[in-house]
């Protein structure tokens, strides 16, 4: 489920100060669209991919994927060398290795989520979260402090879990469908009428849209250092 890292593609809008060109060159920061991309853009919790685009000459480093108008992705970044028009083919590389880290935490997210509830009660709910390449933040709504214990016990779920290795499983369906499989759908998330569920064995199922491993097992170990 990490989806792809590279494809070629072709740019649609170039962005440079919020102005739509036709051409950029050396030193210029601007925001590139593409036809199609292999690039996440930040969203839900999930930082956005860095990487490059590349054709001959051209490298232009990208620093931040976003969502314009909440659909497009941009590429955020800045020319390195050569020159890049509206038209042209290139070669779109995500930074693999970043992404792989990505995906190990926000997997561990959907874990987490479901081992709070299982240990604090049904009535934790997801308010937030920040899903990046070194660690995982996790907001949620509890009445009080978690305990010591209650923490050593979340740990312990996920890294039963993480033993177990169940597969991800992925499927696109109906929203009400989606509901009614179980899967948690999170406060404030605006949805479609077709929706992504990610399951993980018997533990976990979500609406999801983001990246994730193919194996619970590939996350390693999880590990809470701060509440």
């Given at each position: ?11 649609r ?5 919020g102005?739509?060109v036709?051409?950029i060159g ?5 925001v ?5 991309t292999?690039?996440?853009a930040?969203?839900?919790g ?5 990487g ?5 000459a ?8 976003i969502?314009?108008a909440?659909?497009?992705h941009?590429?955020?970044?800045r020319?390195?060398?050569g020159?890049l ?5 290139v070669n779109?590389?995500v930074?693999a290795?970043r ?12 874990l987490?989520?479901?081992?709070l509830?299982?240990v604090?009660g049904e009535?934790?709910e997801?308010r ?5 390449p ?14 010591e ?5 979340v740990?312990?779920?996920?890294n ?7 597969d991800?499983d ?5 929203f ?6 179980g899967?948690?759908a ?5 949805y479609?009428?077709r ?8 533990f976990?199922?979500?609406l999801c849209?983001?990246t994730?491993v193919d194996?619970v097992?590939d ?9």
């Open positions: 489920m990490v989806d792809r890292v590279e494809q070629v593609s072709r740019v809008d170039l962005f440079v100060d102005q739509r036709e051409r050396p030193d210029q920061r601007a590139v669209v593409l036809e199609e292999p690039f996440y930040e969203s839900g999930q930082v956005g991919d860095t490059a685009l590349s054709a001959g051209l490298q232009f480093q990208v620093e931040d994927t969502k314009l909440g659909v497009f941009a590429h955020v970044g020319v390195r060398s020159t028009e509206l038209g042209d083919a779109a590389a930074d290795e992404r792989r880290a990505i995906v190990l935490h926000h997997s561990a997210t959907h987490m989520h479901a081992a509830k299982a604090l009535h934790v997801q937030g979260s920040l899903v990046a070194d660690h995982l933040r996790f907001d949620f709504t509890h009445p009080r402090a978690v305990t214990a209650e923490l050593t016990e740990e312990r779920l996920v039963q879990e993480i033993r177990v290795n169940p991800s992925v499927a696109v369906m109906d009400d469908d989606a509901l009614k499989t899967a948690t999170l406060f404030g998330e605006k479609g009428d929706v992504r569920v990610v399951k993980f064995g018997a976990s199922t979500e849209g983001g994730h194996r097992g996350i390693g170990q999880f590990k809470v250092v701060e509440e």
